[in-house]
């Protein structure tokens, strides 16, 4: 399994330790930055990730922001991508049988590094239902097309 990763400045920090906390399972993760501490716009890295996923380049994305909220906004601007929020395990578990989401979203400023990397095991675990959710992400689909996104 390969993982795009990235963050702004308000989701650095959280965004190392889930690098570190990856590696030590044997999962391969790139680092799509910010690589300092420093005050940048979280767009500039949910559009890198965005698109490594959606070009297949990597099985999943994981974006961190203070809150999760801007940087996931931005990374569901790119057709294909249905990246979720989630600060608790049962969504992550959900929100890739329900949704197939492809990026996991989650603000360092909202969950504790120890919740975090829980979420982090069950959103990479989980699996795709399909059936009738197919069904519900193919009119996703349908709309980013009826806008031309
Ligand atoms: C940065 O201060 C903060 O606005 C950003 O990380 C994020 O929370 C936005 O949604």
Do not use: W
Not at 96 to 118: F, K, S
């Amino acid at each position: 399994m390969k993982i795009a990763i990235g963050s702004d400045h308000g989701g650095f920090r959280l965004k190392g330790e889930v690098i570190e906390h990856l590696k030590l399972k044997g999962i391969e993760v790139k680092d799509f930055g910010t690589l300092t501490e420093s005050s940048c716009d979280y767009a500039d890295y949910a559009i890198q990730v965005a698109e490594a996923v959606v070009t297949k380049q990597f099985d999943f994305g994981i974006l961190i922001c203070g809150t999760g909220i801007g940087i996931s906004i931005a990374a569901n601007k790119v057709p294909g991508i249905r990246a979720a929020v989630c600060a608790d395990t049962f969504s992550a578990h959900a929100t890739r049988q329900h949704n197939d989401a492809n990026i996991l979203a989650m603000g360092e400023r909202v969950v504790g590094t120890g919740l975090a990397l829980d979420i982090v095991d069950t959103f990479l675990s989980a699996e795709f239902e399909g059936g009738r959710h197919t069904t519900r992400i193919d009119k996703i689909a349908d709309i980013e097309k009826k806008y031309n996104r």
